[in-house]
């Protein structure tokens, strides 16, 4: 899983990536309690801070990936009109009662 | 399927790239390590999974797991099952360490299969290693600190599924800390005694010789800086390969790199396996079939076509293949052909799973080597018994002929043998029907030693007879005896009366002639009643002399029934000679009481 580190406090949502960290402020996130629905609005966002999403519109001529979905199950694929590379997927987010936890696993 | 090594971690890119999952914050922290720089660590809630095969393929069961673990606090608040071994979510075996500091082994149903009685120690790691089969009828056994804690047989691990998953947690309610470091994972094994026993796990990762000092130039990028601390891209501190057919690697030579070097190392022979671990990913644009190359400084290989877009973590795991030895490095790198996707390396670790020297492998590797040379001598030597053996042969084969030449002698004595082993067998043939005949007779002469037997018995019961009648005789004798010796003295009573009377009537007649009548009257009178009185004893003579007579003739009748009896006893049959040696009867005299009376009868008066 290409996770260094995960820092979770009670404003924010931090995963180490190593080339980069996705971080999520639960401010951004509407809501003031931890709901079932405002948890999965941060899994969610910290999903998006994760994946490369480039538009297949942007890709270079001559890349197979922008003629066809190189399906390459949850690490590689086509998602609208973007080509998404994920190498972690945010499994779930609970709440334990102070700050929200993370399940995280590596993409299949 | 062969045993195989699938996984090993002991946290030593100091991040959770090698977990396959996590939940919480858990981290790798310098903190407590069993071997190497790091160990993860699990606070409260916290766990990390590893997917073992997502590297190395599953050979079957069995199993053996492996990880040093450390609580803070060995009496926890909650129960805290730190090792799970899943299919999926599915959990099939777990164990926990209980609030009273005992490891409870736990079955795929939850039913506990063992309790391991305080078996750890605050703050201090200990090496636990699972052997196990994946199966509804499954063995297990436990392992801390290579000492085994007993092995259980048909336990029920297995929901039906895949095994895919170890996991290491921490109880939501527990206030311990875990670490957990050096974990392995084996497959195909088929005893307890396939596991490594407590590894170590050491990581490389010090690349300063990068650029043209191994192979083709890295064209970007700044090897030197690739260290543990994670890069960031956009500062460009990413190793890339963006022209065409460019390729390259770097070693892990640097302050801090190894194996070659480092003093944990002992033996190239407890060296394990190496793990090579990649953060990397490629560009976008036409397909240059990026890779990532991997080994030692001997030889590496390179990966297929497998990079994404997004930086990922990539690894590749040996048991043999270009697996550093004790004096090389690691060698990673990578490239590209012709065409517009880049290889962008972020990170890479080389981890080398170790097998630290124990005082019985020291000793053995030593009895290894001395064996070693001693064969080594022996080859030698072998090679000069050849040369002289073949030298030989030719000196054998000749006496080969020569004995060919006496086997058809020794085939001639042979046949003179089994002639005169055809006599024996005759001869045996003839002593066994004599045999037989000897054993018919022995057997007849049985038969008549018991009625020899018998026909004493019979002698000494009628012996017997003849002894008491011949007391019986003897008794009667004495009675005779006894009258004879009455009628004596009855007859010399009469004579001393007829006497009497003679010396009455000669005093009579002097009376007569010279007292007078009255004085012979008188004497008559006195003579008369001494005639009376000489008759009244006369007759009680007579009837005892009767009584006497009638006494003698009885017995003299007893004497004549006894005489008869022991004519008929005289009848018997004698005892052939020889027949006394058998134990009946004694040459001694006999002792026989009858009517008050005691008798001997001498031996020489005994019939036998």
């Keep these: 899983m290409p996770v260094r580190r995960i820092t979770v406090t009670e404003s924010f949502a931090e995963i180490d990536l190593g080339e980069r960290r996705a971080r999520v402020d639960y401010a951004t996130i509407p809501g003031a309690r931890w709901s079932r629905a405002r948890l999965d609005a941060l899994r969610d966002a910290l999903q998006a801070a994760i994946d490369h999403r480039v538009a297949r519109a942007a890709l270079p001529d001559g890349d ?16 609208g009109g973007d080509l998404v590379g994920r190498a972690a997927v945010v499994e779930s987010v609970a709440f334990d009662g102070a700050k929200p936890v993370l399940a995280l696993r590596r993409a299949r | 399927m062969a045993l195989a090594l699938n996984d090993f971690s002991g946290a030593e890119t100091g991040g959770l790239e090698e977990t396959s999952a996590t939940v919480g914050t858990p981290s790798a922290p310098t903190t407590n390590p069993r071997s190497g720089a790091r160990a993860y660590r699990l606070a409260a809630g916290d766990a990390i999974e590893f997917a073992p095969f997502a590297t190395v393929a599953d050979a079957g069961t069995d199993y053996v797991v492996g990880a040093s673990v450390s609580f803070d606090d060995v009496t926890p608040a909650a129960a805290v099952p730190f090792l799970s071994l899943r299919e999926g979510a599915a959990e099939f075996l777990r164990l926990e360490l209980t609030p009273g500091g005992d490891v409870r082994v736990v079955d795929a149903n939850g039913a506990t299969i063992r309790t391991i009685t305080g078996p750890f120690t605050a703050a201090a790691h200990h090496f636990v290693e699972i052997y196990f089969q994946h199966s509804a009828s499954a063995t297990v056994e436990v392992f801390i600190d290579d000492a085994s804690q007993g092995s259980d047989s048909a336990q029920d691990l297995t929901d039906a599924g895949t095994f895919d998953t170890v996991r290491f947690e921490n109880a939501a309610a527990s206030a311990a800390t875990l670490d957990v470091d050096d974990y392995y994972l084996k497959s195909g094994a088929t005893a307890a005694a396939d596991r490594f026993g407590p590894v170590e796990v050491f990581g490389y990762q ?23 601390t994670p890069l960031d891209a956009s500062a460009g501190h990413i190793v890339s390969y963006t022209a065409n057919n460019k390729n390259g690697s770097a070693d892990s030579d640097g302050t801090g790199g190894g194996p070659s070097g480092d003093p944990n190392i002992d033996g190239d022979s407890n060296i394990k396996a190496a793990k090579w671990v990649f953060h990397a990913r490629r560009t976008t644009g036409s397909n240059s079939a990026p890779f990532l190359r991997y080994g030692d400084t001997g030889a590496t290989t390179d990966s297929g076509d497998i990079l994404t877009t997004a930086f990922a973590d990539y690894f590749f795991l040996s048991e043999t293949t270009n697996v550093p030895s004790s004096s090389q490095f690691f060698r990673m790198g990578g490239g590209k052909g012709s065409g517009g996707r880049d290889v962008e390396i972020g990170e890479m670790w080389g981890m080398l799973l170790h097998v630290p020297v124990g005082a019985t492998t020291k000793t053995l590797t030593g009895s290894l080597e001395a064996a070693l040379q001693k064969q ?14 073949r030298t030989r042969t030719a000196d054998a084969n000749a006496v080969l002929a020569l004995l060919r030449t006496r086997s058809a002698g020794i085939e001639a004595v042979l046949s003179a043998v089994r002639g005169v082993d055809a ?17 018919a007779a022995l057997a007849l002469a049985r038969a008549g030693v018991v009625n020899l037997d018998a026909a004493l018995r019979r002698l000494e019961t009628r012996g017997a007879g003849l002894d008491a009648a011949l007391e019986a005789a003897r008794s009667a004798v004495a009675a005779l005896d006894a009258g004879f010796a009455r009628e004596t003295t009855v007859a010399a009573t009469l004579q001393a009366a007829v006497r009497a009377t003679v010396i009455a009537a000669t005093g009579l007649d002097a009376s007569i002639s010279e007292i007078g009548l009255r004085t012979a009257t008188a004497s008559l009178g006195a003579v008369l009643r001494a005639t009376a009185i000489a008759g009244a004893a006369l007759s009680a003579a007579l009837e005892f002399a009767r009584e006497t007579s009638a006494a003698a003739d009885a017995a003299l009748a007893g004497t ?30 006999q002792v026989i009481t009858a009517g008050g009376r005691t008798f001997v009868v001498p031996a020489g008066n005994r019939k036998h």
């Design chain 1, 64 to 79: 197979p990936d922008k003629a066809a979905d190189p399906a390459r199950g949850e690490r590689l694929f086509w998602d």
């Design chain 2, 206 to 228: 010090a690349w300063p010789n990068s650029g043209t000092d191994n192979g083709s130039a890295l064209d970007v990028g700044t090897w030197d800086l690739a260290g543990e």
């Design chain 2, 376 to 389: 080594r001598t022996l080859t030698a030597s072998a090679g000069a018994a050849l040369q002289s053996g």
């Design chain 2, 423 to 439: 006599g024996l067998e005759a001869a045996l043939r003839d002593t066994l029907s004599r045999q037989l005949g000897l054993d």
């Design chain 2, 560 to 589: 004549a029934l006894l005489g008869a009896g022991l004519d008929a006893n005289l009848d018997l049959p004698f005892a052939p000679a020889g027949t006394r040696t058998f134990g009946h009867g004694e040459d001694r005299d």
